[in-house]
Antibody
């Protein structure tokens, strides 16, 4: 069955970096784009961008240009989100999702990132 | 970028009731719209794509309709397991794949 399994919760200090993984299984990894979505506590869903799993080319939404990095380990069918120079406003749950042309049909379970000094 | 405005932000309904959630796009999205359900503490799940097509395994009490800039999600005969937040998302003009602000559905 198709699954996206993300890494565990993270507790970081402001200014540190965090790397979140999203391991795909049950389908051909390079046939679908991987998307990232942020959800701040008690808030809605915010589209962060996506990475082309065939070429490795990332595309970032405007609010996520600069400190956010998407990359792949294709041999392991794994996508990563790295956030550098963490800020308090980065405290959220981060989801990966498989992108179909018609929506995001499978989602990871989410990774809660806590930023606290 | 296309903006998506969802209403209402919250909704309280009784078991068995019919519920409708609206989503308005800032410009025509030509049915390029998906609806997601997110239960508390869980990840979102795709319910509907192309504005009115039910995703695999989604109960038939859920339906989507609309065109142009106005879309709606209807839940017939509300069940307790439908308590969740619901989000619309446009994918006609991307990037970005814009989400609506969400509707939190509770039981009365």
């Amino acid at each position: 069955q198709i699954q996206l399994v993300q890494s565990g919760p993270e507790l970081k200090k402001p200014g540190e970096s965090v790397k979140i993984s999203c391991k795909a299984s049950g389908y051909t990894f390079t046939n679908y784009g991987m998307y990232w979505v942020k959800q701040a506590p008690g808030q809605g869903l915010q589209y962060m961008g996506w990475i082309n799993t065939e070429t490795g080319k990332p595309t970032y939404a405007d609010d996520f240009k600069g400190r956010f990095v998407f990359f792949l380990e294709t041999s392991a069918s794994t996508a990563y989100l790295q956030i550098n120079n963490l800020k308090n406003e980065d405290m959220a749950t981060y989801f990966c999702a498989r992108g179909e042309p018609l929506g995001f049909d499978y989602w990871g379970q989410g990774v809660m990132v806590t930023v606290s000094s | 970028d296309i903006q998506m405005t969802q209403s209402p932000a919250s909704l309280s309904a009784s078991l068995g009731e019919t519920v409708t959630i609206e989503c308005r796009a800032s410009e025509d999205i030509y049915n390029g719209l998906a609806w997601y359900q997110q239960k508390p503490g869980k990840s979102p799940q795709l319910l509907i794509y192309n504005a009115n097509s039910l995703h695999t395994g989604v109960p038939s009490r859920f339906s989507g309709s609309g065109s142009g800039t106005q879309y709606s999600l209807k839940i017939n005969s509300l069940q307790s397991e439908d308590v969740a937040s619901y989000f619309c998302q446009q994918y006609y003009d991307y990037p970005p794949w814009t989400f609506g602000g969400g509707t939190k559905l509770e039981l009365k």
